[in-house]
């Protein structure tokens, strides 16, 4: 697991996240633009209409945030979350694209913007995508223990 976080580096997120989210749905329309200029094959994974998703995106990235110093207790749903993903299409590599797009949206609205919170905002977001990968991984191995087990079950 990724635990790189200190008080200091948690403390600059936490305000450059309540910056970045005084207007609700902003960091995520940012977001969510920043990864279609990037990954314009993308889009059609998603809704037509974002305005849910920007809702779900947000609130699951505010209890990531509040638990910076306690990733651990994310893990099981990180890992759900990204088991799920796997059904939606999202690709190892597109996880690094949507890590870089959602560094540039917080860079966009973050006013004190530096190489350090940079750093730090990257450290925290692969915390996020490490166990969503594990969980997608996990998931493929079951269904190959499963189709295993459905030939060898008959006997
Ligand atoms: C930082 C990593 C990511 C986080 C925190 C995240 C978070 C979420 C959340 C909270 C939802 C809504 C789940 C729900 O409705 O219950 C969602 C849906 C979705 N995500 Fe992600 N996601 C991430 C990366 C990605 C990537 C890399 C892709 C790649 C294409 C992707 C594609 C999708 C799609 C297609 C949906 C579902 C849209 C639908 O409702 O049909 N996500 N994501």
Redesign the pocket.
């Given at each position: 697991m990724v635990r790189i976080m200190t008080s200091d580096a948690i403390e600059l997120i936490k305000a450059s996240y309540a910056h970045a989210t005084s207007t609700p749905r902003q960091l995520a329309g940012r977001f969510y633009q920043e990864?279609f200029a990037a990954?314009p094959n993308?889009r059609a994974?998603?809704?037509g209409d974002l305005t849910?998703?920007q809702g779900?995106?947000e609130?699951?990235?505010a209890l990531?945030v509040r638990n910076l110093d306690e990733m651990g207790a994310l893990r099981d749903s990180?890992r759900d979350?990204g088991a799920?993903?796997v059904h939606?299409?999202?690709?190892p590599e597109?996880?690094v694209?949507?890590?870089e797009a959602?560094v540039a949206a917080l860079a966009s609205l973050t006013p004190s913007w530096d190489a350090a919170i940079e750093k730090h905002w990257r450290a925290a977001?692969t915390s996020?995508?490490v166990p969503?990968l594990e969980g997608a991984a996990v998931h493929t191995a079951i269904v190959a223990e499963r189709l295993a087990d459905d030939v060898s079950g008959g006997g």
């Open positions: 990864l990954a993308l994974l998603f809704p849910l998703l779900h995106f609130s699951a990235l990531v990180l979350l799920q993903h939606w299409g999202a690709r597109d996880y694209v949507a890590r959602l977001v996020i995508i969503m």
